[in-house]
């Protein structure tokens, strides 16, 4: 079975600085995604970034970016630039590709941005 | 707005009772599937339907079940509801072939007292 770790439950930074939130993974399979979602207050679950793991490119999407280093089955989100917007709970995700797709979450990080 | 809808937002209900959660994917989409969050166990995968059909199931109870329709609507039944089923669950919905790529409604906050 899989299991997905973000060991820091809160974080904070100041507005317009940088924060990175740390995940770690473990599975014996070769082929699958990482993902990164956003919970806000709205309670939406809202995708941020998808990270394949065939592309030893790391996924970067605007201010989101991850380091997706596949060996030490690490997956950590940098937010450059942080906004009063990205105040919310980030999860990390992991999901096969092929077969069954059954998705394992992380317990979540929950972020506040400063003023 | 991902195009995923559920009814109702909000459900108060008492332990015992029964009610239904229902979703509608996205247009075009086929795939369903069902989770639950709560304080203690996090947010967990209940069970997948695609076109109709039971795909795969997570950790989803036997006093829980789910179809889905041939117009693609999903409905989630839970049973002899209990203070402990008390939580948000979520629908999402995916592009045909790219089951990883999840389009999650609003939820429906449950509160069994």
């Known amino acids: 079975a899989q299991t997905v770790t973000q060991s820091q439950p809160e974080m904070s930074v100041q507005e317009a600085e940088t924060v990175t939130l740390s995940c770690t993974y473990d599975?014996?399979?070769?082929?699958?995604?990482l993902f990164w979602y956003k919970q806000p207050p709205s309670r939406q679950m809202i995708l941020v970034i998808r990270?394949?793991?065939?592309?030893?490119q790391n996924a970067t999407e605007n201010r989101f970016s991850v380091n997706f280093q596949k060996a030490a089955k690490s997956f950590s989100l940098k937010i450059s630039d942080s906004q009063l917007g990205d105040t919310a709970m980030y999860f990390c995700?992991?999901?096969?590709?092929?077969?069954?797709?059954?998705?394992?979450f992380g317990r979540g990080t929950s972020l506040i941005v400063h003023p | 707005d991902s195009g995923v809808t559920q009814t109702p937002k909000h459900l108060i209900t008492a332990t015992g009772q029964r009610v239904t959660l229902r979703c509608s994917p996205r247009?075009?989409?086929?795939?369903v599937y069902w989770y639950q969050q709560s304080l203690d166990q996090g947010l967990q995968f209940l069970i997948h339907?695609?076109?109709?059909?039971?795909?795969a199931k997570g950790n989803i109870l036997e006093r829980f079940s789910a179809q889905q329709f041939p117009d693609l609507h999903s409905e989630l039944n839970l049973s002899s509801l209990e203070l402990g089923d008390s939580a948000l669950y979520f629908c999402?919905?995916?592009?045909?072939?790219?089951?990883?790529?999840?389009?999650f409604g609003p939820g429906t906050r449950l509160t069994v007292t």
């Open positions: 990270q394949e793991a065939y592309k030893q």
């Open positions: 995700a992991f999901g096969l590709s092929g077969g069954s797709y059954i998705p394992t």
């Open positions: 339907y695609y076109n109709g059909e039971e795909r």
């Open positions: 999402a919905s995916s592009p045909r072939g790219r089951a990883y790529e999840q389009y």
């Open positions: 599975t014996s399979e070769s082929n699958y995604y």
């Open positions: 247009s075009g989409d086929l795939s």
